[in-house]
């Protein structure tokens, strides 16, 4: 079955320290994968995606995610988190070629930022 | 370029009532979505659209129903609405091979 798994549910940072969030997936086809931020009361925004190329992926806001295809993963990272940063954190994988666009999305990462 | 727009912003229902929750995109994607999020769950997917005439079933489509009225616009519909359809609604489009482009979500309260 198709799957997306963000193991922690929810994480806590101190201002200026390193982040990690992990996203690891179960799909048959080749995929292409995102990762998308949701502040407080409002939408999704694509923070970065990756579909072919560089395994390393840089994204807005200073993050980047690499992704490991013997691992099945794609994980988020940023060296230096600001309190801004502090929302919730969906990754997502579709399948290259489909003809739909639909996405599979992992329930959510929330990132809380201690100052 | 407004991208997707939702309406209403806010609602509250009391059980039993219906209502319809309006979505419209203006980039030309051939697909759009309907998704409900509940804390925990993540987005559950609704009903989508990959083309206009055409809609299909997702994850949790009972209790609703969907209308994809032209290419910009893509409708959902609660006809007697439920207290576990308390959620926050979200619609979604895309074009193949892209990023899922969401709105600003519909805050509903059913009492």
């Known amino acids: 079955a198709q799957s997306v798994t963000q193991p922690d549910i929810h994480i806590t940072v101190s201002e200026g320290a390193s982040l990690e969030l992990r996203c690891n997936y179960s799909?048959?086809?080749?995929?292409?994968l995102f990762w998308y931020v949701q502040s407080p009361g409002q939408g999704l925004q694509l923070l970065l995606k990756?579909?072919?190329?560089?395994?390393l992926v840089q994204g807005i806001k200073g993050f980047e995610a690499e992704f490991k295809r013997s691992q099945s993963s794609f994980n988020l990272r940023k060296p230096s988190v600001h309190w801004s940063d502090a929302a919730e954190y969906f990754c997502a994988v579709g399948a290259h070629g489909g003809s739909q666009g639909n996405l599979i999305f992992g329930k959510g990462t929330k990132l809380s930022v201690k100052p | 370029n407004a991208g997707v727009t939702q309406t209403p912003k806010f609602q509250v229902l009391k059980t039993g009532q219906s209502m319809t929750l309006q979505c419209a995109q203006d980039?030309?994607?051939?697909?759009m979505y309907w998704y409900r999020q509940d804390p925990g769950m993540g987005l559950r997917l609704i009903y989508y659209?990959?083309?206009?005439?055409?809609?299909d079933k997702g994850e949790v489509p009972n209790g609703y129903n969907v209308s994809r009225l032209n290419k910009r616009e893509f409708s959902l519909r609660l006809e007697s609405a439920a207290p576990s359809q308390t959620s926050v609604y979200f619609c979604a489009s895309t074009r193949p091979g892209d990023e899922q482009y969401f709105g600003p979500g519909t805050r509903l309260t059913v009492t």
């Open positions: 799909y048959g086809a080749t995929p292409y």
């Open positions: 990756y579909f072919s190329g560089d395994t």
């Open positions: 980039m030309n994607h051939n697909s």
């Open positions: 659209s990959a083309s206009e005439g055409t809609t």
